[in-house]
């Protein structure tokens, strides 16, 4: 086989150099998440949508919820500002992954990308760059409300912003992967809503988020344990509250170790989940 | 011809949906450089064998070779070679069409300048247009743009001027022959009789997943044409016609038998749309009938 070719009339072609280099995966990746950031930030209400969700469930729980939390030194107020930046960063990364993907699976989108010499892991990237820009967005909004009106204090110790560092790193990863693997699952572009949310929704009410994780029963809470945002909301709260919060965990402390672990187990499981499932074209186009 | 000189080259291709047999046992030779035309009603399988030769869908049998290769197993190098026209297309709506072009630039080795393919399909206007601000047409050439962007050798169409009006289906004849003249092999898949005619160097028709006839569209009609028509009045004015292998003495017994002009005369030749529906089971009757 030659990849030169000469045609009837291809005097252009016949005279081209020898075939160029493909343009790589990392570069194009980078290329992939500028154009996914502009597009995102073109659809205003999914823009509001995303940013505001987390930032209202924030004010309307930790409004009504403000009293001390008994032997703990903190509010619940704190309480909910840490978990809700756990909430946040799901929210912009599997939330808005899950969905925005299986648009794009319907709409025929990634058909077309598919159709090109683009390599997939430069799709993968761009999703990641985009991921990771409008979380930590989020992250800065809910740190402003937090600290601005429910008392929460940013860590000084450079020690600890490692640590809200590393979780928010897994975290995303993680729950950005679910979220590509989850994207696979609605059969149309309708229904990816529901099918995304419903989860997301559940997750929140039994990992500690809307409802404090010292009055959730231990079942629920072993459930939630199985998935990352129980974990991430335990580090934030590591990292946000003052040690003595810590008799509040399931476990009487932080158990960063076991954070890590979770999270790391989820960006692996993530990933094999997302190459063993992802698909270019949706159901109805076989 | 030799394999060599054949872009796309198909031989017992079949393809089942469940109980549905879409292609069953189809043959294609696609030279380079000629632009194919792939004609058939719908249903016919068109659109599977175009996925097939784009490397989208899975055969059931038969062998398949796209620029030499398998398109199963193409590749990015290989994908890099061709344009894809989808049937259905969508490009990202909250982009302008000069972004888009350019973004898709990117992926390929050697691409073509995406301000002259934004003028070859003739979008400087709308350059700086959000997708979704375009209409049908302007979209569609969008979707052209966006195939030829990699100066591919080989550019396949499914359907790609359904939804357009005459005026835009002109111009859209006319990109396609400027992108044949620059050497581009072109498959096109269509269901409009006088836009095959109008654009293919050959054509195959195709019917219930089978090849029914292949060649240049003078050809097709000349050997499934069958016979011409002569129409004529009698005195009286009642119409009359009569089907013959030698039109020529039949009108010379008319002459004959008219004193001077011969009231209505006119002889037809089966149209590539009499031959078309003929072709596809879709007209029982006599050819010359079908026109009428």
Redesign the interface.
């Known amino acids: ?3 030169t ?1 000469t ?7 016949a005279a ?1 150099p020898a ?5 790589g995966a990392w570069t ?1 990746g980078l ?1 992939r998440g500028a ?1 996914e950031l ?2 995102f930030f ?2 205003r209400e999914q823009v509001v949508f995303t940013f505001a969700f987390p930032v209202v469930f924030l004010a309307l729980f930790a409004s009504i919820f403000r009293d001390d939390v008994r032997g703990a030194g903190v509010t619940a107020s704190q309480l909910y500002a840490a978990a809700m930046i756990a909430s946040g960063v799901m929210s912009t990364s599997f939330q808005s992954l899950g969905v925005s993907i299986a648009l794009e699976r319907d ?3 990634l ?2 990308l ?6 997939p892991a430069a799709y993968f990237l761009g999703k990641l760059w985009l991921v990771l820009v409008s979380g930590i967005a989020e992250t800065v909004l809910l740190l402003a409300v937090g600290t601005a009106c429910f008392d929460l204090e940013l860590p000084t110790g450079a020690a600890t912003w490692f640590t809200f560092t590393w979780v928010f790193a897994l975290g995303l990863t993680g729950c950005a992967l679910l979220g590509i693997a989850i994207s696979s699952v609605p059969r149309s572009g309708k229904s990816a809503t529901s099918v995304v949310v419903l989860p997301f929704l559940v997750l929140q009410f039994i990992s500690g988020v809307f409802i404090s994780i010292d009055t959730l029963p231990d079942w629920m809470l072993n459930v939630g344990a199985l998935f990352p945002l129980k974990w991430m909301c335990q580090g934030f709260r590591g990292v946000f509250l003052p040690e003595s919060a810590a008799v509040l965990e399931q476990a009487g402390s932080w158990e960063y170790g076991r954070i890590a672990l979770v999270l790391g187990a989820w960006c692996v499981g993530g990933l094999v989940l997302c190459l063993l499932t992802f698909r270019w ?1 949706s159901h109805r186009d ?1 | 011809m030799g394999m060599a000189d054949e872009a796309v080259r198909v031989r017992g291709l079949c393809k089942r949906y469940g109980a549905v047999t879409a292609l069953d046992g189809v043959d294609l030779g696609i030279r380079r450089g000629e632009v194919f035309g792939i004609l058939g009603p719908n249903g016919a399988g068109k659109s599977t064998t175009v996925e097939i030769l784009q490397g989208h869908r899975s055969r059931d049998a038969g062998e398949v070779t796209v620029l030499g290769r398998d398109p199963a197993s193409g590749g990015r190098r290989w994908r890099s070679r061709i344009g894809i026209v989808w049937q259905d297309e969508s490009a990202p709506a909250e982009l302008t069409v000069r972004e888009t072009v350019r973004h898709f630039a990117r992926y390929y080795p050697r691409s073509r300048d995406p301000e002259e393919v934004v003028g070859l399909v003739g979008l400087e206007d709308k350059a700086g247009s959000r997708i979704k601000a375009l209409s049908g047409g302007q979209r569609r050439r969008l979707d052209v743009a966006l195939g030829v962007i990699g100066d591919p050798e080989l550019l396949l169409l499914d359907e790609p001027t359904t939804g357009f009006d005459p005026a835009a289906r002109r111009q859209f004849w006319e990109l396609i022959r400027r992108l044949a003249d620059e050497g581009t092999t072109i498959v096109l898949t269509t269901h409009y009789l006088d836009e095959a005619e109008a654009l293919s160097d050959r054509l195959a028709v195709i019917a219930t997943g089978k090849v029914v006839a292949e060649g240049a569209p003078a050809e097709l009609r000349e050997r499934h044409g069958g016979r011409a028509t002569v129409h004529w009045r009698e005195t009286g004015g009642g119409a009359r016609h009569q089907e013959t292998e030698t039109p020529t003495r039949t009108v010379a017994e008319l002459m004959r038998r008219f004193d001077g002009e011969i009231p209505g005369l006119r002889i037809s030749r089966p149209t590539l749309e009499d031959v078309y529906l003929r072709l596809t089971g879709q007209l029982d009757e006599q050819p010359g009938e079908a026109a009428r």
């Open positions: 086989m030659t990849t070719t045609t009837s009339s291809g005097i252009r072609r081209g075939p160029a280099r493909l343009p194009l290329h154009l502009r597009q073109r659809q709409e025929k989108v058909r077309r598919g159709g090109t010499p683009m390599p074209k076989g």
